[in-house]
């Protein structure tokens, strides 16, 4: 049997709201993933696979969710260059 560590909370957000075409929108906090939807049961169905099955990650939002595929990941998830001083030292 294998065991799979679940995503921590704030790595696994998904918002969910309509948009300002009445679509129902799926889209994780850091705009790793999202989708456009008919139903919320589609949207809360994907974001739920999506998260790894974590329903109290899953957010809907009464406000316009607008779908954004451009958004980078957050700064927190990139690696930060190494500064001049650390590659000198790391040489």
């Known amino acids: 049997m294998t065991f799979a560590e679940p995503p ?3 790595s696994s957000i998904v918002l969910i709201g309509k948009n300002s075409r009445g679509q129902w929108v799926a889209q994780h906090r850091d705009g790793l993933y999202g ?3 008919t139903h919320h049961g589609d949207a809360v169905r994907y974001a739920l696979f999506e998260n790894g ?3 109290e990650a899953v957010i ?3 406000c316009v969710l607008e779908l954004n595929m451009t958004t980078a990941p957050s700064a927190a998830q990139a690696v930060p ?3 001049a001083e650390a590659s000198r030292h790391a040489a």
């Open 81 to 83: 260059p190494l500064s």
């Open 60 to 62: 809907t939002i009464g």
């Open 35 to 37: 989708g456009l939807f």
């Open 8 to 10: 921590s909370r704030s």
């Open 53 to 55: 099955h974590h329903p």
